[in-house]
């Protein structure tokens, strides 16, 4: 069976980091794009970042030169690290991965087809 967990969430002052991962079963997630997604409250889910099959990444313009997404295969887990965050940096983080296996490039310009239940991220002082 299919799960994400979501882990490393929590609350942290402004220009404070965190890690998130999303560990995984019943998938590779090697095979897969991977993204990270987030919504604030009252707002939209928005993508964050994403890892495709070959490795190669691709970051919101808000998040570039402070959040770097990786991946471990041999614990099947990827990771959201977290510098500098902001309050803007708030909301619920969410990790997915896409249908389609060996993609060459990820987007995160549309939503993934399969969530973990995500895990709080709180930045304020």
């Known amino acids: 069976q299919l799960q994400f967990v979501e882990s490393g969430g929590g609350l942290v002052q402004p220009g404070g980091s965190l890690r998130l991962s999303c560990a995984a079963s019943g998938i590779t997630l090697n095979d897969y794009a991977i993204g990270w997604f987030r919504q604030a409250p009252g707002k939209e889910r928005e993508g964050v970042s994403c890892?495709?099959?070959?490795?190669?990444?691709v970051y919101a313009d808000s998040v570039k030169g402070r959040f770097t997404i990786s991946r471990d295969n041999a614990k099947n887990t990827v990771y959201l690290q977290m510098n500098s965050l902001k309050p803007e940096d708030t909301g619920v983080y969410y990790c997915?991965?896409?249908?389609?296996?060996?993609?060459?490039?990820?987007?995160?310009?549309?939503?993934?087809?399969?969530w973990g239940q995500g895990t709080q991220v709180t930045v304020s002082s």
């Open positions: 890892i495709s099959y070959t490795g190669s990444t």
């Open positions: 997915a991965s896409d249908w389609v296996p060996y993609p060459p490039k990820c987007t995160i310009l549309r939503p993934y087809g399969r």
